[in-house]
């Protein structure tokens, strides 16, 4: 790093780490990401005065546009998909004042790109510390890396960094490949593969609730815990993205990334500290601890469906191959359930049940950890009979929480017990707004953070799992069971976990 | 006459008499809130994390301060005790506490609950305050005493309230005397240094300033000019009148520029027009620096609030100037730069509300006291 000069003034404020003065470029500036994320959380991040002293934003795609346009265009952008609202005037002027755009449809569009941002470092008088944010499609992630080589668009002083959308590769060998190409122009350290579960307060709470607290982290072991569920539930169909989720499927969308994440999360072992590298090393850690699935075995440990017809929240919903875009007769998974273990002295034989989907009947995000009944049955079955397991329940989203369920006595004559919940509302303790995702992503990648973005061994891992389970189910003769939209899942779901002597939870 | 004022009871909750009343009148309202959040299938949190004690000796602060504990009851649940001291129509006469309890349901947060009591000290009972606020405490919680008006350094009850407390808070707006209280309460944060934390809600005013004025010395281009101060000047707000002149805000902007910056006094602060102060302190290379603090009045602004800075700097012949202007009107702060005279960066951003609640609210999550507080209120100390 070049000069980093000491401002004395900053001792002491609670705003301890401001990022320093910079420029994001993101490229896919005309995308709908751009539009419906990236924007509203910059935008909101100025709102809450935590944009560095001085700043600029620079889109940049293929197609021209003016920056008058562009400013136009978010402007209206902003205004509808902001989690603030309405749109404080003002501020939104004062903040497009310093939005550009630039059209990089070939070779000279990357020059003038260049000479924009070599400008704005004078007049800024910032230190050439750019973001390059890449939020286009995938295919265009490396083309766009080699041309921020080749023009020389990192500063000559100062950081750069570039933030990667997901997905990041289709299997192993392709995430391998782009990490290579990626590493010919920028440092893993430089690089920031996002993960946007990861951004989310609620995450981040699991690390907290894990290891800011004495009380859970004796009883996190196999000793203690029956089983660990994930469920990733959405109710949402495909939607407008036929196009990416008919190559990609559940598979790739939900498990490879934000799935294979909860369970790091859940599983790893306490990090020395809170920073990029302890993190990111536990976690690792849990991935490569990660039993792979006997792929002779399949249906014992991974099972896939995709939706039909059905009603989800009243409404009657067509089935997956009858949307727009999706192939007649498409064997792309919308559902997954798996059986994981991890292999490691915390958790021997304790499974992980995991499962995400679309068109289940409620959107819900939790990890549900369950513990093992008393050892000893004090008292009568039948004043045992209200009695279930004690779980601690994390609830990532909606209603963001933590809750316990454990027995309580009746208040009658004798003894009847009865499971009661004790519960913690995210919401109503601390009511602010949670900031989303993308604002604490995008604030983390300008201050230099990356412990909460996905590192080079954790992608390799990740895909090392899942890639098998693809692959057969890719040569399987049979297509996907349908699930009814508006249901849990297939069937063969339920027995996954009932073979077990255990039930899915009513989420 | 002799009553003093009168307790609105359906404000402050029916009168318990004696802690032991008071405690069973509380655990009743918990049950029928319960009750009654059941039959809408909900159920009540009885939440604290911490105890907040207020002292307030005129009702309307009493009050205010009840609301203001009530909007924030969401984020920072607590028992929340209010002193009144009800002195003035008891003058001589025995002393006496009156308690009132009730269970106010935060604004949208009906699913938390906290408890409010009221404790008036009629006539001289001051020194009883502590007794009774001891066994009302929540255990294991901490302590927060916020003390409306200027606190009586010296007094008795003051001495026993402060040593129960974890942390202090106080508001140098409403300091009548800021060139004497200022100094007080110096000596008291010297003193609460690993007891008590101190803080003053007016410091927590001025964060939005500090922060923008910070930013600017962010941008390396711009850093130099921070050690060729050549002027300071720094507005706050007065009536139409000119009448409340309350320039505490506006000194310990200065008191702190100066800590960060190790000015040195080299003139005493002197009035100028108007109620504003002129004087010269000495850069850490010994050049003078001149500040001004003057009144201003704007539509909109609290007394005694910062309207606007003026930092002027110049190096190797170039005149700089970062400039913050508040405009109230949507609340916004505007930055700015000015190289050689020309605008080369402007930005605008929202002022955070100055709301006692959301000062309050930014306060409690903090536990620890400011040393960069106790630094700037030094300096202002040794610059008077
Ligand atoms: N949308 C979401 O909610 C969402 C959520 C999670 C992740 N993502 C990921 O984010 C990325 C972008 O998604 P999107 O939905 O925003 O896509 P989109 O709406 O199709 O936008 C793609 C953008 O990339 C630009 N672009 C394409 N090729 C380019 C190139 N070679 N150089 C420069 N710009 C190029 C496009 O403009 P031109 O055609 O003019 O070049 C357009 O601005 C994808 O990787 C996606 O998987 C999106």
Known sequence: MATTVVNPLREGLRLARTPEPSTIVIFGGSGDLTSRKLMPALYNLALQRLLPATFSIVGAARQPLTDKRYRDELHTAVGEHSRTKPLNEEVWRSFAEHLYFVGTPDERGYDTLGQRLDRLDQDLGTNANRLFYLATPPAAYEPIVKAIGAHGL???T??????????????????????????????????FRIDHYLGKETVQNILVMRFANGIFEPLWNRQYVDHVQITVAETIGVEERAGYYEQAGAMRDIVQNHLLQLLALVAMEPPAAFDDKSVRDEKVKVLHALRPVDADRLSDHAIRGQYGRGFVEGVAVPAYREEQGVAKDSRTETYVALKCFVDNWRWEGIPFYMRTGKRLPKRSTEIAIQFRVAPHQV?????????????????????????????????????????????????????????????????????GDAT?????????????????????WATAPAAPPIYEAGTWGPADADALVTADGRAWRKA | MAQGVTID???????????????????????????????????????????????ADRELHARRSAQSISDLASRHPSR?????????????????????????????????CYEQILIRARGDADERLASVVIPLLVPDLPVFLWWTGSPPVAGRAFGQLVGLADRLVVDSADFARPEEMLPAIARISAQARGRFGLTDLNWTRLTPWREIVTSFFDVPAWRPFLDTVTGVRVGFAVDMDGRQILPSQALLFIGWLASRLGWRPIEALAPSEAGGLLFAVARADGARIQIRVRPRFERGLADGDVSGVRIQAERDGQQAEFVIKRQPDPRHQTASVLLGGERRWERTMPLPSFEIVELIGEELAIMGSDPTYEEALAALVRLG
């Open chain 2, 80 to 112: 929340a005790i209010v002193l009144l001291a009800d002195r003035g129509a008891h003058e001589g006469a025995e002393g006496r506490l009156e308690m009132h309890c009730h269970l106010p349901t935060a604004e949208n947060a009906t699913q938390v």
């Open chain 1, 158 to 191: 100062g950081w750069s960094r570039v933030v990667i959308e997901k997905p990041f590769g289709r299997d192993r060998e392709s995430a391998r490949v782009l990490t290579e190409t990626i590493h010919t122009v920028f440092r893993e350290d430089e690089v």
């Open chain 1, 452 to 472: 909460l973005f996905t590192r080079r061994d954790e992608v390799d891992q990740q895909w090392a799992f899942v890639d098998p389970i693809i692959d057969a």
């Open chain 2, 9 to 55: 009871a359906a404000f402050w909750g029916a009168e318990a008499a004696g802690i032991v009343a008071l405690e069973r009148e509380l655990k009743r309202l918990r049950r029928a809130q319960s009750a009654h959040a059941r039959e809408q299938a909900r159920t009540v949190a009885r939440a604290a994390v911490l105890n907040l004690v207020v002292y």
């Open chain 1, 379 to 447: 008292f009568s079955r039948e004043a045992s009979e209200g009695l279930d397991p004690n779980a601690l329940v994390l609830r990532i989203q909606p209603d963001e929480g933590v809750s316990l369920k454990f027995g309580a006595k009746v208040p009658v004559q004798g003894i009847r017990i009865r499971t009661v919940n004790m519960d913690f509302d995210y919401g109503a303790s601390f009511m602010v707004d949670a900031p989303d995702a993308y604002e604490t992503l995008i604030l983390d990648a300008l201050r």
């Open chain 1, 154 to 156: 990192r500063g000559s």
